[in-house]
T-cell receptor, first 114, second 113 residues
Framework: EPEVTQTPSHQVTQMGQEVILRCVPI?????FYWYRQILGQKVEFLVS????????KSEIFDDQFSVERPDGSNFTLKIRSTKLEDSAMYFC????????????FGPGTRLTVL | GQQLNQSPQSMFIQEGEDVSMNCTSS?????WLWYKQDPGEGPVLLIA?????ELTSNGRLTAQFGITRKDSFLNISASIPSDVGIYFC?????????????FGKGTLLTVNP
């Protein structure tokens, strides 16, 4: 069964460093998302991406964040200068076209900022 | 922004018991989804609901999309130890291409064998 994959599973970085989190969405999906989950809290929406552009972003998704689909399979989230409060699980999700409302999540990347 | 209130926050039950949890919203959602999350893993979709009043089952799980489109519940019958985990409701308004999901805070389920 097709699934969303994410790498790395765990990323440790120093405050102020740049990180890139990678996702491979399900191959025929058209909409891509990043969500964040701080330990013990609910999953929060960061950004949605469709047709090579951001379709919506939350207030969490500030200028330090960017997303890119560099090729036909990868979808990345970059944090330019990490802060301690960026420590969280980051989930990528994807969904199909019209009528494909169900979002399928990847296993997540645990980001730890020291 | 849209808020989902999920209850209960946690449940401790004996194996074999039935479980019920629910979510309510201050605004209308046109899609309700129920996910289960194991520690260190991503949310796994259990049931998707697309129509008001819809009642859908997936094995021992049953979920309903409330008539008002502002609530949903999930029932688990005859619980087993592997049902342990955090259950999240999630919804989105399904307007155009906006599929941004709003999540509830989760229900932590513990099943005692």
């Amino acid at each position: 069964e097709p699934e969303v994959t994410q790498t790395p599973s765990h990323q440790v970085t120093q405050m102020g460093q740049e990180v890139i989190l990678r996702c491979v969405p399900i191959s025929n999906h058209l909409y891509f998302y990043w969500y964040r989950q701080i330990l013990g809290q609910k999953v929060e929406f960061l950004v949605s991406f469709y047709n090579n552009e951001i379709s919506e972003k939350s207030e969490i998704f500030d200028d330090q964040f960017s997303v890119e689909r560099p090729d036909g399979s990868n979808f990345t989230l970059k944090i330019r200068s990490t802060k301690l409060e960026d420590s969280a699980m980051y989930f990528c999700a994807s969904t199909g076209g019209a009528g494909g409302d169900t979002q399928y999540f990847g296993p997540g990347t645990r980001l730890t900022v020291l | 922004g849209q808020q989902l209130n999920q209850s209960p926050q946690s449940m401790f039950i004996q194996e074999g018991e039935d479980v019920s949890m629910n979510c309510t919203s201050s605004s209308i959602f046109n899609t309700w989804l129920w996910y289960k999350q194991d520690p260190g893993e991503g949310p796994v979709l259990l049931i998707a609901l697309y129509k008001a009043g819809e009642l859908t089952s997936n094995g021992r799980l049953t979920a309903q999309f409330g008539i008002t489109r502002k609530d949903s519940f999930l029932n688990i019958s005859a619980s087993i130890p592997s049902d342990v985990g955090i259950y999240f409701c999630a919804g989105h308004p399904r307007l155009g291409s906006n599929y941004k999901l709003t999540f509830g805070k989760g229900t932590l389920l513990t099943v005692n064998p």
